[in-house]
C-alpha cells in the first residue's frame, strides 16, 4: 500500500495549489480519505475528509470556503484545491486513507490507515 502526495510548492497569499494523492496497493473506492497538515512546531491537524462514494465532503473552519477536496476512484487518487491561501496555511500536506472510517472519527489521525509521505505548502504574504 503506497499513497503518493504531490502538488505542493511556494505561493503568494491568495494564490492556489491543487494537491493531488495517488493511492497503489488497495481499492479507493472502499476508504474514505482526508487532507492533514502540520506546521513547524505543531501538532498535526485535520483538513478536510471525503466519503467513499463522493457524496459527503467535511471541511475544517480554518479551511472551509476556500479548500475544496475531490477524488477519482478509477484514478485511485483523489485532490485538495487550495485557493485564496493564507500564510497560515503554510504546512506540510499530508493524505491519508482508511476503511472503518464513520462520521464521529473522521477528524481523527488515529482512524486513517494508510498516510502519504506529505508534500510541503508555502504561502508568502
Known amino acids: 500500500v503506497q499513497l503518493q502526495a504531490s502538488g505542493g510548492g511556494l505561493v503568494q497569499f491568495g494564490g492556489s495549489l491543487r494537491l493531488s494523492c495517488a493511492a497503489s496497493?488497495?481499492?479507493?473506492?472502499?476508504?474514505?480519505i482526508g487532507w492533514f497538515r502540520q506546521a513547524p512546531g505543531k501538532e498535526r491537524e485535520w483538513v478536510s475528509s471525503?466519503?467513499?462514494?463522493?457524496?459527503?465532503?467535511y471541511y475544517a473552519d480554518s479551511v472551509k470556503g476556500r479548500f475544496t477536496i475531490s477524488r477519482d476512484n478509477a484514478k485511485n487518487t483523489w485532490y485538495l484545491q487550495m485557493n485564496s491561501l493564507k500564510p497560515e496555511d503554510t504546512a506540510v500536506y499530508y493524505c491519508?486513507?482508511?476503511?472503518?472510517?464513520?462520521?464521529?472519527?473522521?477528524?481523527?489521525?488515529?482512524?486513517?490507515?494508510?498516510w502519504g509521505q506529505g508534500t510541503q505548502v508555502t504561502v508568502s504574504s
Open positions: 491519508a486513507a482508511g476503511r472503518r472510517i464513520i462520521l464521529s472519527t473522521i477528524r481523527m489521525r488515529g482512524a486513517y490507515d494508510h
Open positions: 471525503i466519503g467513499r462514494s463522493g457524496g459527503y465532503t
Open positions: 496497493g488497495f481499492a479507493l473506492a472502499n476508504s474514505a
